[in-house]
T-cell receptor, first 115, second 115 residues
Framework: GAGVSQSPSNKVTEKGKDVELRCDPISGHTALYWYRQSLGQGLEFLIYFQGNSAPDKSGLPSDRFSAERTGGSVSTLTIQRTQQEDSAVYLC?????????????FGPGTRLTVL | AQSVSQHNHHVILSEAASLELGCNYSYGGTVNLFWYVQYPGQHLQLLLKYFSGDPLVKGIKGFEAEFIKSKFSFNLRKPSVQWSDTAEYFCAVNFYKAAGNKLTFGGGTRVLVKP
């Protein structure tokens, strides 16, 4: 079946602009995660959604970052007033249950470049 | 705060050589452990995982990992690598009681296998 998809695959924007990144998880997966991977760094947790529970936003680096998940499926990560340090690959993953106990399935990522 | 360390950032070896990648974490409680791999141009995918039981776990493609609780380690091994094992390898840990259901990733190790 279809895997996790993300769009756009690449996004170039100017400093100060807002961007929206989209994630379509695997159908039926209840958990959805966003990570950021900067050059030469590992994956940095940003936020996760589990079913109808309140999201865990503990990894969001500033209030310029927000995310929502509509209808328990598609998720959008929004970065307002982008800064150059926001340049990174943003990865989305979904899981049939809690990440601590289940495999996460990753999307291809969105490469964000802030000029 | 809990953390995950992968001390080798880059490893270069020849085909048929043995591979061992180190992973250490800082946390005294119960953990769930994972190794993920990202082949060139592909998504991150699960290699193996450990939750409980036999501390020596076997994964796909001939990989195995050993959990040594006293050393807070979960090292990845393969007795004889192939050129196709060229990839970036990430250790990930769920510190369930301390950090909920998210995964904390190490910085990754880039492995280059020379033919």
């Amino acid at each position: 079946g279809a895997g996790v998809s993300q769009s756009p695959s690449n996004k170039v924007t100017e400093k100060g602009k807002d961007v929206e990144l989209r994630c379509d998880p695997i159908s039926g997966h209840t958990a959805l995660y966003w990570y950021r991977q900067s050059l030469g760094q590992g994956l940095e947790f940003l936020i996760y959604f589990q079913g109808n529970s309140a999201p865990d936003k503990s990894g969001l680096p500033s209030d310029r970052f927000s995310a929502e998940r509509t209808g328990g499926s598609v998720s959008t990560l929004t970065i307002q007033r982008t800064q150059q340090e926001d340049s990174a690959v943003y990865l989305c993953a979904s899981s049939p249950g809690l990440a601590g106990l289940n495999e996460q399935f990753f999307g291809p990522g969105t490469r964000l470049t802030v000029l | 705060a809990q953390s995950v360390s992968q001390h080798n950032h880059h490893v270069i070896l020849s085909e048929a050589a043995s591979l061992e990648l180190g992973c250490n974490y800082s946390y005294g409680g119960t953990v769930n452990l994972f190794w993920y791999v990202q082949y060139p141009g592909q998504h991150l995918q699960l290699l193996l995982k450990y939750f409980s039981g036999d501390p020596l776990v076997k994964g796909i493609k001939g990989f195995e990992a050993e959990f040594i609780k006293s050393k807070f380690s979960f090292n990845l091994r393969k007795p004889s690598v192939q050129w196709s094992d060229t990839a970036e390898y990430f250790c990930a840990v769920n510190f369930y009681k301390a950090a909920g259901n998210k995964l904390t990733f190490g910085g990754g190790t880039r492995v280059l296998v020379k033919p």
